[in-house]
């Protein structure tokens, strides 16, 4: 592995550890970021000459920490009437020793506390939702603007509103609880959903997916489970991932090219993470007699985990819970799948009828073209079939998406 290679493995393992340690120690999510940032530009600087440290992630807390200090020596120095930072800087100094200490401690009750911070009711949706996606998944500014169909300074202004926001108010660094906690889980339960799926498929990049992504977005979303036992939607979303992480196995070649969920070997799939999906899901419709968005998303991913083979999923049933999905909780990319889902058990023609609605409202996105290109050459039109692949290849930020979408469009007759 190059020396590039393994910093940006470090990066995506342990910038969301760090950002946490620090935010706990700075009360400051935009300092912590920036410091972290620092460091790891530094190491991308020293690393190819020196070599990788023994360990990394010592390395890099110690720097970043260091780089804490002195921004907050010189803003001391240049105005020496603001108290507060001052103490902010000794309790800083003090901490040193604990912090680099805190390297071996189990760090997960931070990354889930800097969950709730970045999801403040204080904060708009959309500013919580990026923020928490760019300290805690590691995802670019271009990333996160694909995942919302925005423009990308959209997104950066997004969070630089959203670090302002929560540095003025000077927000606790704890978990809420109560009420609070309450108000705060459909946006907590937002971002891990939001990361997860950045893993499922990259909207960016060379690989077709992320693991250490969904990977980390499971574990955030069991520790979300476990905190709130008796949640519903907090079970269901954590069921979800599961059933669809089973896969991951089978979704690509040896060389990372993407296989499709009817061209899986499903003897591939993750079967103990299928168990462990469905006995949360069903754990999680004891709770309640009206199944949430997740939950219904996660019945849908059970129809799939059921069936053992493509030719045996239960389309009907699918289609059925993405309409119940798109009256609890309706948006555009909920209708492309309910498109799929409705070519698939009653016919192409009326998947195609649902997908022509969307036209307009994704038409800047590759999931339209994708679904389109697809019921277009089942109805036997082709060449609009292959116009409608190609426009998606343009269209996808993923390379590996991209290279299937030329292959299908070339396939076609």
Not at 7 to 29: F, G, M, N, S, Y
Not at 36 to 54: K, M, N, S, T, Y
Not at 135 to 156: D, K, Y
Not at 277 to 282: A, C, I, P, V, W
Request: hydrophobic share 50%; glycine share 6%; charged share 25%.
């Amino acid at each position: 592995m190059t020396a590039t290679a393994a910093i940006e493995a470090v990066w995506r393992i342990e910038q969301p550890k760090l950002a946490a340690r620090l935010t706990r120690t700075l009360r400051d999510v935009g300092l912590a970021e920036e410091v972290v940032q620092d460091a790891f530009v530094l190491a991308l600087e020293r690393w190819p000459h020196d070599g990788i440290p023994h360990n990394p992630a010592a390395w890099l807390t110690r720097v970043a920490t260091n780089r804490a200090l002195d921004r907050l020596r010189r803003t001391v120095l240049i105005d020496g009437k603001h108290r507060q930072l001052a103490v902010d800087l000794a309790e800083l100094e003090r901490a040193m020793p604990d912090i680099e200490a805190a390297l071996d401690e189990d760090i997960d009750d931070d990354l889930l506390r800097l969950v709730f911070i970045a999801c403040h009711p204080m904060l708009p949706a959309e500013q919580r939702t990026a923020l928490a996606l760019r300290m805690l998944g590691g995802l670019s500014t271009q990333e996160i603007a694909r995942a919302f169909l925005v423009p990308e300074a959209t997104v950066a202004q997004r969070i630089v509103r959203a670090k302002r926001t929560l540095r003025d108010a000077g927000i606790a660094f704890e978990t809420p609880r109560g009420q609070e906690r309450r108000e705060r889980l459909g946006a907590v339960l937002e971002v891990i959903y939001l990361i997860f799926n950045e893993g499922y498929v990259a909207s960016a990049g060379p690989d077709w997916l992320r693991a250490d992504l969904s990977g980390e977005a499971m574990r955030l979303g069991r520790l979300l489970a476990a905190l709130v036992p008796e949640e519903p939607e907090a079970l269901s979303l954590v069921a979800l991932m599961e059933l669809s992480a089973s896969r991951f196995g089978a979704r690509t070649d040896a060389a990372g090219n993407p296989i499709l969920l009817p061209d899986q070997d499903r003897g591939r799939w993750d079967w103990s993470l299928i168990q462990r999906g469905l006995d949360g899901l069903k754990r999680a419709m004891a709770l309640t007699p009206t199944p949430g968005p997740y939950q219904l998303q996660a019945m849908i991913a059970a129809c799939h985990a059921r069936a053992v083979s493509a030719a045996d999923t239960d389309w009907i049933a699918i289609a059925a819970y993405y309409q119940a999905l798109a009256l609890a909780a309706p948006s555009p990319i909920v209708e492309v799948n309910r498109a799929v889902a409705a070519g698939m058990a009653f016919g192409p023609a009326q998947g195609l009828a649902i997908a022509d609605a969307l036209r307009e409202r994704l038409k800047d996105t590759h999931l339209l073209p994708i679904v389109r290109g697809d019921l277009l050459a089942k109805l036997g039109r082709m060449e609009e079939a292959r116009a409608e692949f190609r426009r998606a290849a343009t269209l996808t930020g993923n390379e590996r998406e991209r290279a299937l979408l030329l292959a299908r469009a070339d396939a076609i007759g």
